[in-house]
C-alpha cells in the first residue's frame, strides 16, 4: 500500500519514514510505523504485531549476534576477554564504515561493486602523499576523501546520465581501481610495493584509545543528546496535535541507552593489556624495570563510528532529501512523478558510498600501518554487503538504515574472530568463509519472506 500526501501544488508525494528511519512509507503501512496512540503497552503491541506481520527490522540480526556471543564465549573464555572486546568493536569498524555508504545505494535498489576497491584507491593515495610527498595528515587524509567523492560522483554519473546498470559500470570499476591501486603503489616518490605510514595520527585512527574521562564525556553527550531529541520529537508532535511515543517509551530508551554505553565504557576503561609485562631497560647506563603504559580507554573508532552515525541517521529522517531517498527506493516512477530529481538523488548515494569507502580504507591502512596493492580486494566488499544485509537492509530498495551497517559489521565481525579461535588449523579460514556465507544467504531469505509476509498482511 502507498500512502501519500499532497503538497502546496497538489502533487502526492509518498510520506517520509517514521522518527526511527527504520522502514520505507512505501514498504509498510502508516498505521505500521506510524506513532500510537495508547500508552507503553500499546506500543509493545503494535511493535509485536510488526514483527508478525513481516516487519522485523534488524531483530533477526540482533537475535543472531546475542546467539553467536553467547556459542563462541562458551567455546572460548578468551572470547569474552576485555582485550577481543576492544578487537572486535575495532575489526568490525572498515567494514561498517563501507556498509554504511552501501546502505545508501541499497536503498535505492542499487549496487556498488567497486566500494573496496575504491577505498583502496583512497588509502593508497592518502599514503603516497603522506609518505612520499611529505603531506601532513590533513592533507593527506583530505586528497583521499575528495578522492572518494570523485569516484562516487563519476560512478553516479555513468549509472544516471549515461543509463548504464550500476552492477556493470561499478563491476568494471572494480577491476580498473585494482589496476590504479597498483600504478598508485609501484609509482611516485617513497617506497613501492609496500607503502609504510608512519604519521601517527593515521595509524592511531584504528589503533589509538581515547583517555578515559573523554570516554565517560561521549557517554553523556551522548545520552542527554539522545534524550534530548526523543523529547522534542514527543512535545512537537503532541503540539501539533498528532500521536506520539509516551514519555514512558522514551525513558526505557534513554535508561537502556545508558546501561549499554556506560558498562561498555566501564569495560573499555580497564587495563586490558595484563599485568607485569615489564622489562629492563639501559637508560643512561643504567638498568631501570620499565613498566609499558596502561592500555586502556575507548578505541577512538567507535567515536567516529557515533559520529558518523548520527551524521547519516540525521540525513534520512530529518532532511528532505532522506525523504526523496526512500521515496526514490520505494518507486522511483512515482518520485518522478512527483517533482523529486531522481538522477540527482541516485548520483548523490553513489557519491556517499564512495565517500564512505574511503573512510572505511583509511581505517584499513591505518589496522596495518601500511598499504599495499591487495588493500580493498578480497572479500572487503563482499563483507560490506553483507554487513549491510545482515543487519536488516534490504537488496530490494526501500528499506535501510545507518544502524543496519553497525549492528551486521558485529555479526560479521564476532563469526570472523570467533571462528578464528574456534577451528584451527589449515581449514580454519575456509570454514570461516563458509559460515559468513550462510549467514548472508539467511539474512537475505529472511529479508524476502518478510517482504512476502508483509505482501500477504497488507503492509506492502
Given at each position: 500500500m502507498t500512502t501519500s500526501r499532497e503538497g502546496t501544488s497538489g502533487v502526492s508525494t509518498p510520506l517520509p519514514p517514521d522518527d526511527d528511519g527504520a522502514d520505507s512509507p512505501v514498504h509498510s503501512g502508516v498505521a505500521a510505523t506510524a506513532p500510537i496512540e495508547g500508552g507503553l503497552m500499546d506500543y509493545f503491541n503494535n511493535y509485536r504485531q510488526r514483527v508478525r506481520s513481516g516487519e522485523m527490522g534488524s531483530l533477526p540480526a540482533i537475535a543472531g549476534l546475542i546467539v553467536l556471543v553467547i556459542v563462541f564465549w562458551l567455546a572460548h573464555s578468551t572470547f569474552g576477554s576485555l582485550a577481543n572486546f576492544s578487537d572486535l568493536l575495532k575489526q568490525a569498524s572498515?567494514?561498517?564504515f563501507i556498509a554504511m555508504g552501501l546502505v545508501f545505494v541499497l536503498l535505492l535498489g542499487e549496487i556498488d561493486l567497486a566500494a573496496g576497491t575504491a577505498g583502496g584507491v583512497c588509502a593508497t593515495l592518502m599514503a603516497r602523499v603522506s609518505v612520499g610527498y611529505g603531506w601532513s595528515w590533513p592533507f593527506a587524509i583530505g586528497i583521499a576523501l575528495i578522492a572518494g567523492l570523485v569516484i562516487g560522483f563519476g560512478t553516479g554519473t555513468l549509472c544516471a546520465k549515461v543509463r548504464i546498470p550500476s552492477f556493470v559500470v561499478t563491476l568494471a570499476l572494480f577491476l580498473a581501481f585494482?589496476?590504479?591501486?597498483?600504478?598508485?603503489?609501484?609509482n611516485g616518490k617513497g617506497s613501492h610495493g609496500n607503502i609504510s605510514i608512519n604519521d601517527s595520527f593515521i595509524t592511531n585512527l584504528y589503533n589509538g584509545q581515547m583517555a578515559p574521562w573523554l570516554g565517560?564525556?561521549?557517554?553523556?553527550?551522548?545520552?542527554?543528546?539522545?534524550?534530548?531529541?526523543?523529547?522534542?520529537?514527543?512535545?512537537?508532535?503532541?503540539?501539533?496535535?498528532?500521536?506520539?511515543?509516551?514519555?514512558?517509551?522514551?525513558?526505557?530508551?534513554?535508561?537502556g541507552l545508558i546501561i549499554i554505553a556506560g558498562i561498555s565504557v566501564w569495560l573499555l576503561n580497564k587495563n586490558r593489556g595484563g599485568k607485569g609485562g615489564g622489562q629492563l631497560v639501559n637508560i643512561n647506563g643504567k638498568l631501570t624495570f620499565v613498566t609499558p603504559p596502561a592500555l586502556q580507554g575507548v578505541p577512538w573508532v567507535v567515536l567516529i563510528t557515533l559520529f558518523f552515525l548520527?551524521?547519516?541517521?540525521?540525513?534520512?529522517?530529518?532532511?528532505?532529501?532522506?525523504?526523496?531517498?526512500?521515496?526514490?527506493?520505494?518507486?522511483?516512477?512515482?518520485?518522478?512523478?512527483?517533482?523529486?530529481?531522481?538522477?540527482?538523488?541516485?548520483?548523490?548515494?553513489?557519491?556517499?558510498?564512495?565517500?564512505?569507502?574511503?573512510?572505511?580504507?583509511?581505517?584499513?591502512?591505518?589496522?596495518?600501518?601500511?598499504?599495499?596493492?591487495?588493500?580493498?580486494?578480497?572479500?572487503?566488499?563482499?563483507?560490506?554487503?553483507?554487513?549491510?544485509?545482515?543487519?536488516?537492509?534490504?537488496?530490494?530498495?526501500?528499506?535501510?538504515?545507518?544502524?543496519?551497517?553497525?549492528?551486521?559489521?558485529?555479526?560479521?565481525?564476532?563469526?570472523?574472530?570467533?571462528?578464528?579461535?574456534?577451528?584451527?588449523?589449515?581449514?580454519?579460514?575456509?570454514?570461516?568463509?563458509?559460515?559468513?556465507?550462510?549467514?548472508?544467504?539467511?539474512?537475505?531469505?529472511?529479508?524476502?519472506?518478510s517482504r512476502r509476509r508483509a505482501g500477504a498482511s497488507g503492509l506492502v
Open positions: 572498515p567494514t561498517v585494482q589496476g590504479v591501486t597498483l600504478f598508485i603503489v609501484l565517560w564525556l561521549m557517554v553523556v553527550v551522548l545520552v542527554i543528546g539522545y534524550a534530548a531529541i526523543k523529547a522534542e520529537q514527543v512535545i512537537s508532535r503532541t503540539r501539533a496535535g498528532l500521536t506520539a511515543e509516551p514519555m514512558a517509551l522514551v525513558g526505557v530508551k534513554v535508561v548520527v551524521l547519516w541517521t540525521f540525513v534520512l529522517t530529518k532532511t528532505r532529501y532522506g525523504r526523496h531517498v526512500y521515496a526514490v527506493g520505494g518507486n522511483a516512477e512515482a518520485a518522478r512523478r512527483a517533482g523529486i530529481r531522481v538522477d540527482r538523488i541516485r548520483i548523490s548515494v553513489f557519491v556517499i558510498s564512495s565517500f564512505m569507502a574511503a573512510v572505511g580504507g583509511i581505517l584499513l591502512a591505518s589496522n596495518t600501518h601500511s598499504v599495499d596493492a591487495n588493500i580493498g580486494g578480497g572479500n572487503v566488499l563482499l563483507l560490506a554487503v553483507g554487513a549491510a544485509v545482515i543487519g536488516g537492509t534490504s537488496l530490494f530498495g526501500g528499506r535501510g538504515r545507518p544502524l543496519d551497517a553497525i549492528i551486521g559489521g558485529l555479526v560479521v565481525a564476532v563469526i570472523a574472530n570467533g571462528m578464528a579461535d574456534l577451528v584451527q588449523g589449515n581449514n580454519r579460514d575456509s570454514i570461516q568463509y563458509i559460515v559468513t556465507g550462510a549467514v548472508l544467504l539467511l539474512a537475505a531469505a529472511v529479508d524476502a519472506l
